[in-house]
């Protein structure tokens, strides 16, 4: 924790110097709906050679997105864990870009703001630090990416569920992180005015995830647990990364959210702000429960069967908004009620 209390600062330079020049940024890290697979290091494009990755072989889960924006991401992070500032700003539009961490609350726009920015990682990082993707959901116009940031970047681990979203030369043109700051051992945000807008409007997602979150959303923000459930298959899985919870199957997931729904930051209140992903999955931005955390944000990732139905669904919030005997409430909601 010391340790955590050393870095931040330092992030937090970075980030408001960013914003003191007009902009502001986001770091760190992602997160996917999926069952790990070992087929992200030996997937690529077709007539593509690739090297073995600078971080760990066979942890990706490419089984929802195609094997060119697998490509894609493997370059990015092989880059990343290079800390080669050049081959990582080469995937960027230079011109209309932006990179933004939801948790921090800060958005920077501009290519050359951003290379500024990483430029500044790579150089202060040690050697051995790397980030990898654990999770691929989408395609080369949007995708949904879960990643890890090794402690070597910000003196703790960073697991994040990130938005990404590409234009036609593949060039990315937004960038959201998020991620939990209580799992991550990071301090609770400060008071700082939270951005209305991240960029919301710059959106490329297939029809078929973007009708599957507008109803999930929907539901949820009803309080439909059923209307909820109804949109899953029979084995759906739900994970909140927050909460640290995962909840198995259609029947128990209808239950779990008969429970909690009320209480989660994504539920009645919540509206859903951005979209991306293929007709296999992706995953949507949305704004915060007033009673949660009002103006704050999350990302959810879903993915989707052969007939468009829900069947892995991961979430991601910063938790340290809420009170420890709230957190402790709500990662007990996953438990059963008691047997008659």
Excluded at 15 to 44: D, F, M, V, W
Excluded at 83 to 109: E, K, Q
Excluded at 268 to 282: F, I, V
């Amino acid at each position: 924790m010391q340790h955590a209390n050393k870095q931040e600062p330092t992030r937090r330079t970075i980030l408001r110097a960013g914003a003191a020049a007009g902009t502001a940024t986001g770091l760190s890290a992602a997160g996917i709906p999926g069952a790990r697979a070992a087929n992200a290091t030996t997937t690529s494009a077709p007539g593509e050679s690739r090297k073995p990755p600078p971080y760990p072989p066979d942890v990706t889960d490419t089984s929802r997105c195609t094997p060119e924006v697998a490509a894609l991401f493997h370059r990015i992070f092989t880059a990343k864990s290079e800390h080669d500032t050049a081959a990582f700003m080469a995937h960027f539009s230079r011109t209309n870009t932006s990179y933004s961490d939801a948790c921090l609350g800060v958005v920077m726009s501009g290519w050359q703001t951003i290379n500024t920015e990483f430029t500044s990682i790579f150089t202060s990082a040690p050697t051995d630090a790397i980030a990898y993707p654990l999770t691929i959901v989408g395609d080369t116009d949007s995708a949904t990416v879960e990643f890890v940031d090794s402690p070597g970047f910000f003196g703790q681990e960073i697991r994040a569920l990130s938005s990404v979203t590409f234009d036609r030369d593949r060039k990315i043109t937004r960038w959201v992180d998020y991620w939990d700051r209580r799992s991550s051992l990071f301090p609770s945000p400060d008071a700082s005015a939270y951005p209305a807008d991240f960029n919301d409007s710059e959106q490329n997602a297939d029809p078929a995830v973007v009708h599957a979150a507008t109803r999930l959303q929907s539901a949820f923000a009803a309080g439909d647990a059923a209307a909820a459930a109804a949109l899953m298959s029979v084995d759906v899985v739900h994970e909140d990364m927050a909460a640290h919870t995962e909840v198995r199957g259609q029947a128990q997931v209808q239950r779990y959210y008969t429970r909690a729904l009320r209480h989660l930051p994504y539920g009645p209140g919540a509206a859903l702000l951005h979209t991306e992903g293929s007709r296999q999955g992706g995953g949507y931005e949305w704004s915060t429960s007033p009673a949660v955390a009002p103006g704050r944000r999350g990302h959810t990732a879903i993915g989707l069967d052969a007939v468009g139905r829900i069947n892995h669904l991961i979430t991601v919030y910063d938790s340290s908004l809420l009170s420890y005997p709230a957190y402790l409430s709500l990662v007990g909601l996953a438990a059963e009620a008691p047997l008659s």
